[in-house]
């Protein structure tokens, strides 16, 4: 009989490790599908706090009914001043800070490129962690120092690609000289501007999701924080403007009303599923696995801007693509390996209550 419950016990977890996985791969193919939007959109002239205030609103009228029918009674009885100030400082850095200078990195690059940063998020993430003593990694163990190596091999792979992206081809003028040298490198100057914007984005949203993991220590119901947290980024976008701006523009997009709040619900209801799914696997996982499938996102945004905005990808940005998913892989496979072999959970509380539970908990 105990084996019966045993088994049923595996099939259950593995089943469940089957429906993370493929759904994290699904939320990054929508992650890139939302990148390529946000291109076109902007290209029309919306202007990127108006978009972050509209589609985020969106955001949470998709998914406060979600968190009613599912979560209710996971609600806590009052909210305190500790988790007020949790959801302001979740909503600053994942929405305001970080979609504000993504979209500013989005206008200046390629949705490839803006796409691809986010996979600096685990260097970031693994940073954060040990800092606030939020992770615990075991340096005696092989498969902890394989799991740092991947980690560093995703963060090389993008940064690669990011290079690689940033650089065009001149060629001498040929009337100037009567022997032109050859093309040479060079950097465009708007699109390193473009990649700082980037980086900085993944900055806050590192700390945003290092921050929620915390927070749903205390906070049982990931859903509801992703519908606060778009209801209050929407606002602090909206305050943000007001005082950059002293007033709020939508700018003046060649589209109508109704297909830019057609355009923007899209997004918003897309962003909703994906920041919904991400949120409970984060609770599930830890947000070191979820941001290790970012590279998924690079490749979905490339082939979709290729097919619908007529990008153009470079040979010489392949590399790093492929050493970023090496480096997922890796991570991934020694993650599985550590729990087994390094008796790590032996040195941790598994309580979901505790502040130090490990962001690779599995």
Request: charged residues 15%; proline residues 4%.
């Amino acid at each position: 009989m105990d084996s019966v419950k045993i088994g049923i016990a595996k099939r259950g977890n593995l089943t469940e490790e089957i429906g993370i996985i493929s759904g994290l791969i699904g939320v990054e193919i929508l992650h890139g599908v939302i990148m390529v939007l946000l291109s076109y959109i902007m290209g029309l002239g919306l202007d990127q706090f108006s978009l972050i205030v509209f589609s985020t609103f969106f955001s949470f009228l998709f998914l406060l009914p979600i968190s009613l029918i599912f979560e209710r009674e996971l609600w806590p009885k009052k909210l305190t001043i500790k988790f007020m100030v949790q959801l302001v400082l979740i909503a600053f850095t994942g929405t305001t800070l970080f979609q504000s200078l993504l979209l500013r990195g989005l206008k200046m690059t390629s949705p490839a490129l803006s796409a691809a940063m986010p996979n600096l998020t685990p260097a970031f993430i693994f940073i954060i962690a040990w800092v606030f003593r939020l992770e615990k990694v075991n340096l005696s163990c092989l498969y902890s120092k394989l799991k740092i190596l991947g980690t560093l091999l995703c963060v090389v792979g993008a940064a690669a690609m990011s290079i690689m992206i940033s650089t065009t081809t001149q060629s001498a003028d040929p009337v100037a000289s009567s022997s032109p040298s050859p093309p040479t490198n060079i950097f465009d100057l708007k699109k390193i501007i473009g990649c700082l914007y980037l980086i900085t984005a993944v900055i806050a949203l590192s700390s945003s999701l290092a921050l929620q993991a915390y927070t749903l220590g205390d906070f049982h119901a990931p859903i509801t924080l992703s519908a606060l947290q778009s209801l209050a980024g929407s606002i602090l976008t909206a305050l943000a403007e007001l005082c950059q701006e002293q007033k709020f523009d939508v700018g003046w997009p060649a589209v109508t009303i109704v297909s830019l709040i057609g355009f923007t619900l899209l997004i918003g209801t897309l962003n909703g599923m994906a920041v919904s799914f991400t949120t409970w696997a984060m609770k599930k996982r830890g947000p070191v696995l979820v941001s290790m499938f970012g590279p998924i996102a690079t490749v979905a945004s490339a082939l979709l801007a290729v097919i619908f905005l007529g990008d153009t990808i470079k040979i010489g940005s392949l590399p790093g693509m492929f050493v970023m998913f090496g480096g997922l892989y890796l991570v991934l496979w020694a993650k599985r390996k550590e729990g087994y072999t390094c008796n790590i959970s032996k040195e941790i509380v598994i309580d979901d209550s505790d502040p130090e539970k490990p962001l690779l908990a599995d």
